[in-house]
């Protein structure tokens, strides 16, 4: 087991009770290295018992425990010593191996994965990788995910450290080859015969191959027709897909905005006809974006990487988790939130004690062209007058300018429903049972005409985007029901 005598998360060293503490730590690790580790333990013991914040007793009782063979007890003491001290390359190292030890393959990489992305990692770490490698019968999809996410780009320190870096790339290849012939066989299963179970799991790692290499992206359709066919192509393994996350309250995987492995909170707390709401769900543990959010984001960011990051973007929400991650990385980013359509565009309102810009979709303040994107999420069929909100943003956009915006849409209606309208009174004539999104009256039921819709307000090349890919937490609503609808993006170029 290798040493490290890193403090973590202690008290204020003039704290009488962590100073005594300190020097009892100090006292058993001194007779540690004289061999003496039964007198260390003794002392240990009662430090780890009444939940000491320093973090030493946790790894020094833990690597006794692995010498004594206990090797659960070192498990759990090295899992708490990671509480006081998450940065503690040693105690992932040494409670990875503790875990390779149980067999416990897939957890001991889910270990090291900090480790492998911080830069930190040596040769021990990656000789830990190919160990387990070596030894584990098979590994799941997501343990392949969030290990090839973790090699993807290592860094020249972590090259150079690497002495059999091209042995552990050449093992990769093989496994990667063997994935790519597996694929093939399940894209000849699934559209020959029906799916078994065994080959649902067998889509499922190649799937993992997939996510965490090539991401699988966006695929765009400009018509009702081909969009349909890929939809029928995946309908199976995805239903197989979505009613196993439903059952689960987390999802490991990785966040494409985050560009980190990640967990997902399956639920918002949002239920569809019984279900999880997987639409509204798959909330990134570490930025905070959902399903939904995350599709549009991806979609921008696409965006930036075939044009510029300088580019001018109106994102028309400025509260979310979303736009704080963006606003990180584009400098021109315009967060915007609708707050009454009485204000003028441009007024800057206070919003949970922040500053925001207050724009109204049917009547934005920008200059004509002076935009590069605008972008907006399940907005468009709350606003009471589409062709205006949609002639709108082609107005402001510049020649070449890209609207990029998701609704509510069913792949099964041909036009769209008008469910309410608003007079010139103000009141508001319901041609259908009132529908709320929260407390956002739903004036619009999209279907496929919104597509004509776009393209009546100007827009010249018009596309709905789909990105179904469960390991970034992508996903429909949930083909449970009678409501269902992919992870969609409209795209509108001027």
């Given at each position: 087991?290798?040493?490290?005598?890193?403090?973590?998360?202690?008290?204020?060293?003039?704290?009488?009770?962590?100073?005594?503490?300190?020097?009892?730590?100090?006292?058993?690790?001194?007779?540690?290295?004289?061999?003496?580790?039964?007198?260390?333990?003794?002392?240990?013991?009662?430090?780890?018992l009444a939940e000491t914040l320093l973090f030493a007793p946790y790894y020094d009782l833990g690597?006794?425990?692995?010498?004594?063979?206990?090797?659960?007890?070192?498990?759990?003491?090295?899992?708490?010593?990671?509480?006081?001290?998450?940065?503690s390359v040693a105690t992932r190292r040494n409670l990875a191996l503790a875990q390779g030890i149980?067999?416990?393959?897939?957890?001991?990489?889910?270990?090291?994965?900090?480790?492998?992305?911080?830069?930190?990692?040596?040769?021990?770490?990656?000789?830990?990788?190919?160990?387990?490698?070596?030894?584990?019968?098979?590994?799941?999809?997501?343990?392949?995910?969030?290990?090839?996410?973790?090699?993807?780009?290592?860094?020249?320190?972590?090259?150079?450290?690497?002495?059999?870096?091209?042995?552990?790339?050449?093992?990769?290849?093989?496994?990667?080859?063997?994935?790519?012939?597996?694929?093939?066989?399940?894209?000849?299963?699934?559209?020959?015969?029906?799916?078994?179970?065994?080959?649902?799991?067998?889509?499922?790692?190649?799937?993992?191959?997939?996510?965490?290499?090539?991401?699988?992206?966006?695929?765009?359709?400009?018509?009702?027709?081909?969009?349909?066919?890929?939809?029928?192509?995946?309908?199976?393994?995805?239903?197989?897909?979505?009613?196993?996350?439903?059952?689960?309250?987390?999802?490991?995987?990785?966040?494409?905005?985050?560009?980190?492995?990640?967990?997902?909170?399956?639920?918002?707390?949002?239920?569809?006809?019984?279900?999880?709401?997987?639409?509204?769900?798959?909330?990134?543990?570490?930025?905070?974006?959902?399903?939904?959010?995350?599709?549009?984001?991806?979609?921008?960011?696409?965006?930036?990487?075939?044009?510029?990051?300088?580019?001018?973007?109106?994102?028309?929400?400025?509260?979310?988790?979303?736009?704080?991650?963006?606003?990180?990385?584009?400098?021109?980013?315009?967060?915007?939130?609708?707050?009454?359509?009485?204000?003028?565009?441009?007024?800057?309102?206070?919003?949970?004690?922040?500053?925001?810009?207050?724009?109204?979709?049917?009547?934005?303040?920008?200059?004509?062209?002076?935009?590069?994107?605008?972008?907006?999420?399940?907005?468009?069929?709350?606003?009471?007058?589409?062709?205006?909100?949609?002639?709108?943003?082609?107005?402001?956009?510049?020649?070449?300018?890209?609207?990029?915006?998701?609704?509510?849409?069913?792949q099964t209606m041909k036009q769209s429903r008008k469910r309410a309208e608003l007079l010139p009174?103000?009141?508001?004539?319901?041609?259908?049972?009132?529908?709320?999104?929260?407390?956002?009256?739903?004036?619009?039921?999209?279907?496929?005409?919104?597509?004509?819709?776009?393209?009546?307000?100007?827009?010249?090349?018009?596309?709905?985007?789909?990105?179904?890919?469960?390991?970034?937490?992508?996903?429909?609503?949930?083909?449970?029901?009678?409501?269902?609808?992919?992870?969609?993006?409209?795209?509108?170029?001027?």
């Amino acid at each position: 087991m290798t040493d490290t005598r890193k403090t973590g998360i202690e008290r204020d060293a003039a704290d009488p009770a962590v100073k005594q503490d300190r020097q009892q730590a100090e006292l058993a690790h001194h007779l540690i290295t004289q061999g003496r580790f039964a007198e260390a333990a003794e002392i240990l013991t009662p430090l780890v018992l009444a939940e000491t914040l320093l973090f030493a007793p946790y790894y020094d009782l833990g690597c006794l425990a692995v010498r004594q063979g206990d090797v659960e007890t070192a498990i759990s003491l090295f899992n708490m010593a990671l509480l006081r001290d998450p940065g503690s390359v040693a105690t992932r190292r040494n409670l990875a191996l503790a875990q390779g030890i149980e067999h416990r393959y897939e957890e001991a990489l889910a270990t090291l994965s900090p480790t492998l992305r911080s830069g930190q990692a040596g040769n021990e770490d990656y000789g830990l990788v190919r160990d387990i490698l070596g030894k584990a019968p098979a590994l799941g999809p997501i343990a392949w995910a969030r290990l090839l996410s973790d090699l993807r780009t290592p860094s020249p320190e972590q090259k150079r450290a690497l002495d059999e870096y091209d042995a552990l790339l050449q093992q990769l290849t093989v496994r990667k080859s063997e994935n790519d012939h597996l694929r093939a066989k399940i894209a000849e299963v699934t559209t020959t015969q029906p799916v078994t179970s065994q080959a649902t799991s067998s889509f499922l790692t190649a799937l993992g191959y997939l996510s965490a290499n090539s991401l699988a992206g966006f695929k765009w359709f400009s018509d009702e027709n081909s969009y349909r066919v890929w939809d029928q192509q995946v309908e199976t393994i995805q239903t197989e897909i979505e009613r196993y996350i439903d059952t689960q309250r987390e999802f490991p995987g990785y966040c494409g905005l985050c560009g980190q492995s990640t967990v997902f909170a399956v639920s918002s707390g949002l239920q569809l006809e019984g279900h999880t709401h997987l639409r509204e769900g798959m909330i990134c543990a570490r930025c905070g974006t959902h399903n939904r959010g995350r599709v549009l984001g991806l979609a921008i960011q696409d965006f930036t990487n075939r044009h510029s990051n300088m580019a001018d973007i109106l994102l028309m929400e400025a509260t979310t988790p979303l736009f704080g991650l963006l606003s990180r990385r584009l400098p021109n980013l315009i967060g915007t939130e609708f707050q009454s359509p009485t204000i003028a565009g441009g007024t800057a309102m206070d919003v949970g004690g922040r500053q925001v810009r207050h724009e109204n979709i049917l009547d934005l303040s920008f200059p004509d062209q002076s935009l590069n994107l605008i972008a907006h999420a399940d907005l468009l069929e709350h606003v009471p007058d589409v062709e205006t909100a949609l002639s709108e943003c082609f107005r402001t956009l510049r020649n070449g300018g890209e609207l990029i915006f998701s609704a509510p849409f069913s792949q099964t209606m041909k036009q769209s429903r008008k469910r309410a309208e608003l007079l010139p009174s103000g009141e508001i004539r319901h041609f259908a049972p009132e529908e709320y999104h929260g407390t956002h009256l739903a004036y619009y039921n999209f279907g496929w005409d919104l597509l004509d819709l776009c393209r009546a307000a100007g827009f010249s090349n018009v596309r709905i985007g789909v990105c179904f890919d469960p390991l970034q937490g992508l996903l429909s609503t949930g083909r449970f029901g009678g409501y269902f609808m992919q992870p969609i993006v409209f795209s509108c170029i001027r």
